[in-house]
Every structure is written in C-alpha cells, then in structure tokens.
C-alpha cells in the first residue's frame, strides 16, 4: 500500500523568502507519480507540479520546484519568493502509475502563512 | 486546463433526506471521474472512481448503496447521499483525469453539506 507523510502541520514564511514543505512517500512500486496540489480556503484543489519515478531531473514550475530524492523517498516542495497569495494548504500525492484508474493517495497537508 | 463545476457549492439538509451532488467536466470528456470526501482540517479521502456508462469502484469502507454514483454521460457525473446522517456532514469534491502529459487530476470547487 502506498503511504504519504507530511510532518508539517503548519509552516510560517515571510513574503518575499523562500519556503519547503516536506513530503515522503512509501510504496513498492518501480513505477509512480507524485503530486503537488495547493487548496486555498475556496476549498478547490489546484495543481502545481508534478514528479515521475524515472524523471532525472527535478521538476520546475515557475516559483515552485521539487526536491526530488529517489533514494530518500522525498519529494519536497520549494516555493521561492513567497507571495501573500500562496497562503494556503498544501497536499503531496502519489499515483500508481500501475492502477488503471489513476488513483491518488494524499497525504495529511502542511498550512503555510505567508506573512507581509 | 480543464474545467469542473460541482453544483450546488454548499446544501443544508434535514437528517434523513437524500442530497444530488453534480460534478461537470466543462470542456473535456470525461471517461472517468473520481469523488473525494473531506473533513474539516482533514486529507482528501477517495470514496469512489466513476466510469462512463459502468458502475463506480468504491473503495474499501464506502457504503455504495449510502453513497450512489451515476456517471451517465461523458461530461456529468451525480453522487447522491442518500438518508443522510450529521455524520455525512463534509467537503465532497469531483476530480477528472486531464489527459495531459502528467494525467494530472483536475478538481471541482466542491460541495460543503451540512446534515442537520
């Protein structure tokens, strides 16, 4: 079964500063995608970025990148220069790229408040 | 990227009444369809994938004669919560499968109901 652990139950930032949010994984699977997906208090899950198993390189989209280590089973999310609109929570999924149907596992979420 | 709309955005209802709970992909066909409950403060929760023109695949713990899934078309999705308890009180959000490179799901802005 796969599992995602998020330590952070709440982050602070300053505007402006950098911020990572941590996430590790546990699966069997070769095979796996991973997800980042931010939920603002509107409620509506919005993707950011995303992470295959066999991708070499870390993933990069625009102020967000992940820090993907494979042997750590990690996959932390780093949001540079911290805006007051990035004040929400923050969920790391994992996909079994072996399942049919796609299906996503989250993890517990991190609050992150962005302070001016 | 697509476009999901879940209708109505929050419903109050009296313990024992069934609720209809749509979720539309607007601008893409959606094969599939999953739907996700939320507690306050909680992780997303799978209970369900929907199929075009098949019955749901539940996952373990959902009662899928409480929780009914219709997937009649390619665009529309329903999640009926029948004689429903307090305890059904949560967030109920739809997702699709993008069909992009990352087959990323995309969300509805979701439902809040309140059993009373």
């Known amino acids: 079964a796969q599992k995602i652990t998020q330590t952070q139950p709440g982050m602070f930032v300053q505007e402006k500063e950098a911020v990572t949010l941590d996430c590790t994984y546990d699966?069997?699977?070769?095979?796996?995608?991973l997800f980042w997906y931010k939920q603002p208090s509107s409620g509506e899950m919005i993707f950011l970025i995303y992470?295959?198993?066999?991708?070499?390189q870390n993933a990069t989209e625009g102020r967000y990148s992940l820090n993907f280590q494979k042997a750590r089973k990690s996959a932390n999310l780093v949001i540079s220069a911290s805006q007051l609109g990035d004040s929400a929570m923050y969920f790391c999924?994992?996909?079994?790229?072996?399942?049919?149907?796609?299906?996503?596992?989250f993890g517990k979420g991190t609050m992150l408040l962005v302070s001016p | 990227g697509a476009v999901v709309s879940q209708h109505p955005s929050w419903v109050i209802c009296k313990s024992g009444t069934s609720v209809k709970i749509e979720c539309r992909s607007l601008?893409?066909?959606?094969?599939?369809m999953f739907w996700y409950r939320q507690f306050p403060k909680q992780s997303l929760m799978l209970m369900a994938t929907?199929?075009?023109?098949?019955?749901?695949?539940?996952e373990q713990g959902v009662e899928k004669d409480k929780f009914l899934i219709n997937h009649a078309s390619l665009t529309l999705s329903t999640l009926t919560v029948t004689s429903a308890h307090p305890e059904d009180s949560s967030f109920y959000i739809c997702?699709?499968?993008?069909?992009?490179?990352?087959?990323?799901?995309?969300f509805g802005p979701g439902t809040r109901l309140t059993v009373l």
């Open positions: 601008d893409f066909q959606a094969t599939t």
């Open positions: 999924a994992m996909r079994d790229m072996n399942s049919g149907y796609s299906t996503l596992t």
């Open positions: 997702s699709i499968l993008s069909g992009g490179p990352y087959n990323e799901q995309f």
């Open positions: 929907s199929n075009e023109g098949s019955k749901a695949t539940y």
């Open positions: 699966t069997s699977d070769q095979s796996y995608g």
């Open positions: 992470q295959g198993s066999y991708d070499e």
